[in-house]
């Protein structure tokens, strides 16, 4: 009976670890141009992984950790930039150019699929 309680307090301690990286970390770079760029991210929605968050990431820092089916939306300025996202045990990283002029949508799935001009 003991094993079992101490087995149910690690599982929620650890589910609770998992759901306090959802919403804002830590903010994207600042833009200093006249004319940045809006980038909104949509974290598709699926049944795999649904109650951990998929922490975004430009260049190797943690921005911000999205619920499934939640759009998050910042300004860049343009240039070069690696988005990622760590998903569990997951990660993705690819190197991205932000052209100037065009705002961006990128749906963001389980799948590293992040284009490197969007």
Known sequence: MRL????????AALLGACSTTSG???????PTSGHP?????HRVES???????MVFTINGTEVYGLRNGETYQF??????????W?????????????RPGR???????????????P
């Open 37 to 41: 760029v809006t980038i909104s991210l």
């Open 47 to 53: 049944l795999e992984g649904a109650a951990v968050p």
């Open 24 to 30: 804002p970390i830590s903010a994207p770079p600042t």
């Open 75 to 84: 300004k860049l300025d343009p240039g070069q930039y690696v988005f990622g």
């Open 103 to 117: 705002d961006i949508d990128l749906n963001l799935s389980n799948d590293c699929d992040i284009p490197p001009e």
């Open 86 to 98: 760590d998903f569990g045990f997951n990660t993705c990283a690819q190197d991205v150019w932000i």
């Open 4 to 11: 079992l309680r101490l087995g149910s307090l690690v599982s």
